[in-house]
């Protein structure tokens, strides 16, 4: 990822994206992700977990992991969004171009299984990746 807003990603497969329930406990999920235009971008259960902690808290920390969530390496602070149906065209685009047919077959699924579409995440980070604020 060349001029990633997300350094600690590069070359990762999966990551690790913590959200935080409304006690402040903290929940870490294994997901795919892809990043573009300095946002991550990743899909989702529209019921899922995720969703409903995101709505209620836009904090989370990404880091990279493994499929199963062992965490490789340091976590960033960021903020993140469930994207409106008409803004997921381009979140869509990144995650098939990283993911390919996999992405195809999951989204696939995910759409019979649900009978709606899934909810995609916009992350941003809360600083530049230089550090500075």
């Known amino acids: 990822m060349p001029d990633s807003c997300f350094p600690n990603l590069a070359g990762h497969r999966y990551m690790s994206v913590t959200t935080f329930r409304k006690t402040g406990k ?3 999920t294994p997901v795919w992700f892809a990043e573009e235009t300095g946002r991550v971008y990743v899909y989702t259960a529209p019921d899922s977990g995720k969703v409903k902690r995101l709505r209620n808290n836009p904090r989370v920390q990404v880091a990279p992991c ?3 969530g062992k965490v490789l390496g340091p976590a960033v602070e960021a903020r993140a969004r469930v994207l409106a149906v008409n803004e997921t065209d381009q979140a869509r685009a990144a995650l098939l171009r990283k993911y390919g047919w996999q992405a195809s077959l999951g989204l696939f699924f995910s759409r019979l299984r649900r009978r709606e579409p899934p909810a995609y995440i ?3 980070p ?8």
């Open 66 to 68: 493994t499929i199963s």
């Open 122 to 124: 916009e992350i941003i």
């Open 126 to 133: 809360t600083q530049d990746p230089s550090g500075v604020a």
């Open 26 to 28: 903290a929940v870490a």
